[in-house]
């Protein structure tokens, strides 16, 4: 198998598995399987994109690729407010639509229709305002460096690898280490019982979408930096998202990155071993084959 295929396994783990940590973080904490989630990517992802061009039809200095990048430092900035856009539009969908089918006790089934129905309606929003054709962030063209052992990156994919890993320790740190953590951790193992020992369940429930709808965001702009953006391309990652958040099992933050990886890493060798057209058959089969052996993934523990 060629060497480079571990180098394109990990960017492309990369944004799934920083994609995977929202939607395992809902699963845990709000106890519902989000199909909304892979729309946060492209909402944030065309967030991101128009308040870019609205920066850099203001000051065109910051539209200036920044060397060795292929972007400038309006890309930086313009994530920082497509960031909170994505977030509102989580919180709000959360307020109009999950929060209310709670108050009411609703199924998970019901709630998992719901945001299967939701998910449809913001998909086919965003394609009716930006229409169907692909956007770029940038037009820069990039030379792959090589890295050793025939292995060879561009820069922003380098970017892409290393922000993961601090975001990742970033959040890895927050949730084991901080009072807001503590306060995740309880809430997913029992909603009830920490109502009851005073934790404020709805504000665990706000910090869980901001940080999922955040990262979701991030995700999106690395997809569409390092290919294009599309309505389509949250829908076209959500299985892998899904795979991601399973086999490293529900509510481990690392179990999703490292998810994430294992699932870019078998993509992109099945690329290079049988083909393209079997990329999208990858994440399928790692999907069935955990729910067969091991339902409960790599970090989950087994239900009592």
């Known amino acids: 198998m060629n060497p480079q295929a571990l180098i394109d396994g990990l960017i492309s783990g990369s944004t799934i598995g920083l994609g995977a940590i929202g939607l395992t973080l809902a699963y845990s904490i709000l106890r519902f399987a989000n199909f909304t989630h892979g729309d946060f990517l492209a909402w944030g992802a065309y967030f991101t994109l128009t308040i870019a061009g609205l920066l850099g039809g203001l000051l065109t200095g910051l539209g200036a690729p920044v060397y ?157 930096l390092l290919v294009q953006i599309r309505p389509y391309m949250g829908f076209d990652l959500l299985l892998p998202l899904f795979a991601a958040a399973i086999l490293g099992g529900i509510g481990s933050i690392p179990g999703a990155m490292l998810g994430g990886l294992i699932i870019g890493l078998a993509e992109a060798s099945a690329v290079q071993i049988i083909g393209a057209e079997w990329r999208a058959a990858v994440s399928f089969i790692i999907l069935v084959a955990v729910l067969m052996l091991r339902p409960q993934g790599l970090f989950g523990q087994k239900a009592a």
């Open 68 to 224: 060795p990048f292929s972007f400038g430092w309006g890309l930086p900035l313009a994530v920082l407010g497509g960031a909170t856009l994505t977030v509102l539009l989580a919180l709000g969908l959360d307020k109009v639509l999950f929060g209310r089918l709670r108050a009411r006790g609703a199924d998970a089934i019901i709630v998992v229709m719901a945001s299967f129905g939701a998910s449809m309606a913001l998909r086919s929003l965003l394609e009716f305002i930006y229409t169907a054709k692909p956007a770029y962030f940038t037009n820069a063209l990039q030379i792959a460096k090589p890295l050793g052992l025939g292995m060879r990156a561009t820069p922003d994919q380098l970017l892409v690898i290393g922000l993961t890993g601090v975001l990742v320790l970033g959040l890895h740190l927050l949730v084991t280490r901080s009072a807001t953590g503590r306060a995740m951790r309880a809430v997913s193992e029992s909603l009830s019982l920490a109502g009851v020992y005073g934790i404020d369940v709805g504000q665990v429930i706000r910090i869980t979408w901001i940080i999922g709808a955040g990262l979701a965001c991030i995700a999106g702009v690395m997809a569409g």
